[in-house]
């Protein structure tokens, strides 16, 4: 299977501030993706990132708030930029990955838990 | 929108078969079937994936209907590790494509 790692594995940041998500995969991929995973809810997609170009995000989310960068194949990064409380959330980074077969499997890092006083 | 159907809650006693359904009536002929879970909120774990054949790995078991429109996770031995949120997603397995995940089912194993 597929290594994904993620720092940082967490953190607490003030309200106003930023913070950027590393993301780091094991094997060169075409695309990357970021889910955000508010408490108690399921995973929503924020943004699909391709190398090479800009990211494309989904509705209700956009690149001033959320600004991705991808500057190789096997690296990525979300920046939160000006957080309030409701930022609060696990970020989870994913690719998809072709073990050999037809089919791409999509694998998940670890996540970062985010919590904005 | 989620295109699957779970039931919110399970439970199964430790040792015994956990059989987790889903419902995917609008599935289209290119779509297959995948299986996550999400352990106390760590990332999303690949189980197993199938297109219309009856699938089994190390983790588990994917049986699928005749007609594609449900399926059901088979975890044969759970265990209390096994309790988790999991997910059944339909997607189309060529090309990079974003998941979409409902609420997926809440599987709780039991002493």
């Known amino acids: 299977s597929a290594v994904i790692s993620q720092k940082p594995s967490r953190d607490i940041c003030q309200r106003g501030t930023s913070l950027t998500i590393q993301c780091q995969v094991d094997?060169?991929?075409?695309?990357m993706f970021w889910y955000r995973q508010q408490p108690g809810q399921s995973l929503t997609l924020i943004a699909t990132a391709n190398q090479g170009s800009e990211a494309t995000y989904e509705s209700g989310f956009v690149i001033d708030k959320f600004p991705i960068s991808r500057p190789n194949l096997t690296f990525s990064t979300l920046t939160v930029s000006n957080m309030s409380p409701e930022d609060s959330s696990i970020y989870l980074c994913s690719a998809d990955y072709n073990l050999g077969g037809v089919q791409e499997t999509q694998y998940f890092g670890p996540g970062t838990r985010l919590l904005v006083l | 929108d989620a295109k699957t159907t779970q039931p919110p809650s399970m439970d199964c006693a430790e040792g015994r078969a956990a059989n987790l359904p889903c419902n995917h009536s609008?599935?289209?002929?290119?779509?297959?079937v995948y299986w996550y879970r999400q352990i106390h909120s760590q990332g999303p774990q690949y189980i197993i994936h199938?297109?219309?054949n009856n699938e089994t790995n190390e983790m588990a078991s994917l049986i699928i209907t005749e007609d594609r429109k449900s399926s059901t996770l088979i975890l044969p031995h759970a265990t209390l590790r096994d309790t988790a949120v999991y997910y059944c997603i339909v997607r189309v397995a060529q090309g990079a494509q974003k998941l979409v995940f409902g609420q997926g089912t809440r599987l709780t194993i039991n002493p």
């Open positions: 094997s060169q991929v075409t695309m």
């Open positions: 199938g297109l219309k």
């Open positions: 609008t599935i289209s002929g290119n779509e297959y």
